[in-house]
């Protein structure tokens, strides 16, 4: 009897705490397994929270080549042509007024910015707290941040964790505009109705894959609507229980080539 192909025509995966291991580094396991996906007729596609510039190097050093979804699913990224091919902004207007809003709730946050573009800075302002190793550019004054237009802004609290200042900002301005927890320490205020699936979708379109031939990886809240658009979604094991409560299974860690356990299985049964 012949073997079943391979059940999934794209595999896209979650770029930090899924693709990732914690030192930025993909292991030889999980690049082997998705190399034989793609030879079994699968197309990857990294689907990333980073805005381009954020995300180009990374995907650089990969050899990656293909279309990557960028800034949750703001942009769709051709790495191989190093150009944008899609690319939506926030209404800058609208965007102050949220963020007044939520300080009117919460007192005065820590603001930083994700400016539009493939060469688009990362503007961050007084008490933000940068990730370690990505570029981005201090402001004092950050009333600059508004002079272009932005992607994404990001806000920190000075005494308030992630997922609670999540929920106070949805109930705030979730009318406004979409909050999303994309990391330790990382809360984003995005385009009302934006996600990752809404990239995905743009993306997959391109390469005229559908929904249900997709099997999506992912890590954080951020990655829910990737998974309720994609056929299957995979958490890793160090995924946030939000995400976890939704995935239709949980893998092994981004440490531990979570990645290449499921593929190996889909593919040992192709």
Not at 43 to 56: E, L, M, S, Y
Not at 81 to 106: C, N, P, W, Y
Not at 154 to 167: A, N, T
Not at 187 to 205: D, F, H, N, Q
Request: proline residues 5%; hydrophobic residues 45%; glycine residues 10%.
């Amino acid at each position: 009897m012949s073997p079943a192909p391979f059940p999934y025509k794209l595999v896209a995966t979650d770029l930090d705490g899924t693709l990732l291991r914690d030192d930025d580094t993909v292991s030889e396991r999980t690049r082997e397994a998705l190399a034989a996906a793609t030879a079994a007729g699968a197309a990857h596609i990294i689907v990333t929270g980073r805005a381009v510039p954020w995300t180009r190097g990374v995907l650089d050093d990969l050899g990656y080549d293909g279309i990557a979804v960028c800034g949750q699913g703001a942009q769709v990224y051709d790495a191989g042509a190093h150009r944008l091919l899609t690319s939506v902004t926030l209404d800058r207007q609208l965007a102050g007024l949220a963020l007044s809003k939520i300080e009117a709730e919460v007192g005065p946050l820590a603001l930083a910015a994700s400016r539009d573009g493939v060469d688009g800075e990362v503007l961050f302002g007084p008490g933000y707290q940068v990730q370690e190793g990505l570029p981005a550019l201090y402001l004092e004054d950050t009333t600059a941040v508004w002079s272009a237009p932005l992607n994404k802004l990001y806000i920190q609290h000075p005494g308030m964790g992630e997922d609670e200042l999540v929920k106070v900002a949805r109930e705030t301005v979730g009318s406004l505009v979409d909050i999303v927890m994309a990391g330790p320490g990382i809360v984003e205020i995005l385009p009302l109705g934006l996600s990752k699936a809404t990239g995905l979708s743009l993306a997959a379109r391109r390469l005229k894959v559908k929904a249900a031939e997709t099997i999506a990886f992912g890590d954080m809240p951020n990655d829910i609507p990737m998974f309720g658009w994609a056929a299957h979604g995979v958490a890793m094991a160090n995924a946030h229980a939000d995400l976890k409560a939704v995935a239709d299974e949980v893998t092994t860690s981004n440490q531990e080539d979570g990645i290449a356990v499921v593929l190996e299985r889909l593919l040992g049964a192709a």
